[in-house]
């Protein structure tokens, strides 16, 4: 690997650029970048995934035509945090739980095996870098961007599992990426559309934000990852965290004393691009102590980002020696994770994912989550009696939610048990008709599986009618189960039995068809509050 000093200035800036594009093999955009700009690393999405040979295939091929350019391998990333928040998420794959069912489960020893099987399958792939996992602390319900992205509300419960992850990616050399710094949980804006502020005093956030961060400094985290949110009680002007010297530098650097890779969120999202531009975002976030911008989309907002760090070089704004410490820890680290190390995928493939023994750490892990929360005055669930599922299907793309298609949902999961049951399915947004059909179903059965679905700051009214309605009949045996956020029970806290799934992934269904029939024991305990007017379930601790 080519040593900083034969470097030359541009080759020196592209390391310390990681690109998206919009393919499922390597194209003339990403070409273009790597050839003629020189940049270190290639970030993944859904739209670049079709199977796993095509992805390690993928990988192999990017890799390879860097070679012709620079003896530098390339960082390729994506964002496989686990649960709902997953670019790979299909059956060939071991799909981790996410953060807040694993912060449900408790399990620091399951967190750190399920890194791992997740880090392995990985770099089959090629990926050596996962922009995971997120160390914010989920303690605004109103948050619609982090929720289940989260372990939950507590400094010490983030702190623990998410050093637990961090070292079983790391264990098997995939960067482990600790974000949003300094923290983007206790927010009511979404940063993909707009620029959010954490108004919160140095004390409590030292306390509380950070000290998850602070955590997985001490335990030795390669990257860390900004937060394009604004922190007053460290950077009085204007300015988020991803573009601010006094965060970067002063704060992360100097006071906490890291010394890893930092790398921003997208510049492309709204809380940059909108309010800065993302060529101007690139050279303030360089200049507040970032190593790495982070542009995944667009082809001409890459290419100005790439310009503007050049030209703020060589008009002095930026000064080279500040370049070449940032090229230095990105040469180390990608050293030290061995991403020199490439080989093409071949011989049994699918063999070597998604293996029973794997499985059964998630089945584990799974099976730990679901969350009795509330459960009183009505008969329990009858698995000889005939049961209706309304089940919501996420159709709408957006910035927290892409729509997939999920054939194993609660209904074939209870029926495998043997229950009679027929599931109907809704909008997460529903309309009047769809509200009005499901109900009229509903009122053919005794007992019914609500599921709700909430990947936002409040449920969709929809969703709530359906609820409220059902739960209004008299001697209805109703279970409501959440599968997001765990919050709706605020909206409708007359509900009798309300489970939390955290997500609606297939084997969590498995896993709250097991519970619902009594097959298996709810032991998940509640990692967040819900609303401060009632206390049920399990202790937050």
């Known amino acids: 690997m080519s040593k900083i000093a034969n470097l030359s200035l541009a080759e020196k800036i592209g390391q310390m650029?990681?690109?998206?594009?919009?393919?499922?093999?390597?194209?003339?955009?990403?070409?273009?970048?790597?050839?003629?700009?020189?940049?270190?690393?290639?970030?993944?999405?859904?739209?670049?995934?079709?199977?796993?040979?095509?992805?390690?295939?993928?990988?192999?091929?990017l890799q390879q035509f860097n070679k012709k350019?620079?003896?530098?391998?390339?960082?390729?990333?994506?964002?496989?945090?686990?649960?709902?928040?997953?670019?790979?998420?299909?059956?060939e794959v071991t799909l981790v739980p996410g953060n807040m069912s694993i912060g449900a489960a408790r399990d620091a020893q399951l967190a750190y095996e399920a890194a791992v099987i997740c880090a392995k399958e990985l770099r089959l792939m090629g990926i050596n870098v996962n922009f995971a996992p997120s160390l914010d602390i989920n303690n605004n319900p109103k948050n619609p961007v982090i929720g289940v992205r989260s372990y939950g509300e507590s400094a010490e419960l983030v702190s623990e599992l998410g050093i637990a992850t961090i070292e079983g990616y790391q264990s098997s050399d995939v960067v482990a990426t600790a974000k949003h710094f300094p923290g983007h949980g206790d927010t009511a804006v979404d940063s993909h559309y707009g620029l959010a502020s954490v108004?919160?005093?140095?004390?409590?956030?030292?306390?509380?934000?950070?000290?998850?961060?602070?955590?997985?400094?001490?335990?030795?985290?390669?990257?860390?990852?900004?937060a394009h949110v604004m922190f007053p009680?460290?950077?009085?002007?204007?300015?988020?965290?991803?573009?601010?010297?006094k965060v970067l530098h002063d704060l992360l650097r100097v006071e906490l004393q890291y010394d890893g890779v930092i790398v921003t969120d997208c510049l492309e999202m709204h809380a940059i691009s909108k309010e800065f531009g993302v060529a101007e975002g690139a050279v303030m976030a360089i200049e507040g102590g970032a190593d790495i911008v982070l542009v995944s989309h667009t082809l001409k907002e890459q290419v100005a980002a790439i310009e503007a760090l050049m030209q703020a070089v060589q008009s002095g704004r930026l000064s080279e020696e500040q370049i070449n410490v940032s090229v230095e820890r990105i040469l180390f680290?990608?050293?030290?994770?061995?991403?020199?190390?490439?080989?093409?995928?071949?011989?049994?493939?699918?063999?070597?994912?998604?293996?029973?023994?794997?499985?059964?750490?998630?089945?584990?892990?799974?099976?730990?989550?679901?969350?009795?929360?509330?459960?009183?005055?009505?008969?329990?669930f009858d698995r000889s009696a005939p049961t209706l599922v309304i089940w919501p299907e996420v159709r709408h793309h957006?910035?927290?939610?892409?729509p997939i298609e999920q054939a194993y949902t609660l209904g074939p999961a209870l029926a495998e048990l043997g229950v009679d049951v027929k599931e109907i399915r809704v909008s997460t947004h529903p309309t009047s008709e769809e509200v009005a059909s499901a109900l009229a179903l509903a009122a053919d059965y005794?007992?019914?599986?609500?599921?709700?679905?909430?990947?936002?700051?409040?449920?969709?009214?929809?969703?709530?009618?359906?609820?409220?309605?059902?739960?209004?009949?008299?001697?209805?045996?109703?279970?409501?189960?959440?599968?997001?956020?765990?919050?709706?029970?605020?909206?409708?806290?007359?509900?009798?039995?309300?489970?939390c799934c955290y997500e609606n992934r297939p084997m969590t269904m498995a896993a709250l068809a097991k519970v619902l029939t009594g097959n298996i024991a709810a032991q998940g305990k509640l990692p967040v509050t819900l609303s401060p007017d009632y206390s049920f379930g399990m202790a937050v601790n």
């Open 17 to 61: 650029v990681i690109c998206g594009f919009n393919a499922y093999t390597s194209d003339a955009h990403i070409e273009q970048l790597i050839e003629k700009h020189h940049i270190g690393g290639v970030i993944y999405f859904r739209r670049n995934y079709a199977n796993v040979q095509q992805m390690a295939d993928l990988s192999y091929a």
């Open 199 to 226: 108004p919160h005093d140095r004390e409590r956030l030292m306390q509380l934000e950070l000290a998850p961060f602070i955590r997985a400094i001490q335990a030795g985290v390669d990257m860390i990852m900004t």
């Open 69 to 91: 350019n620079s003896d530098i391998p390339l960082f390729i990333s994506i964002d496989q945090e686990g649960g709902m928040v997953a670019r790979i998420d299909t059956d």
């Open 398 to 402: 957006t910035e927290v939610d892409e």
């Open 233 to 245: 009680a460290f950077e009085p002007g204007q300015i988020p965290a991803t573009l601010s010297r």
């Open 333 to 380: 680290l990608k050293e030290k994770r061995r991403m020199s190390d490439i080989h093409p995928l071949t011989g049994g493939v699918a063999a070597q994912f998604g293996t029973p023994e794997s499985k059964e750490v998630i089945r584990q892990l799974t099976e730990k989550c679901i969350t009795i929360v509330k459960d009183e005055e009505q008969p329990t």
């Open 446 to 499: 005794e007992q019914i599986v609500v599921v709700t679905y909430n990947a936002v700051s409040e449920l969709h009214e929809g969703q709530v009618s359906i609820v409220r309605q059902i739960a209004a009949r008299p001697n209805v045996n109703l279970t409501v189960a959440s599968t997001r956020n765990p919050y709706d029970l605020n909206q409708f806290p007359e509900v009798k039995r309300y489970v």
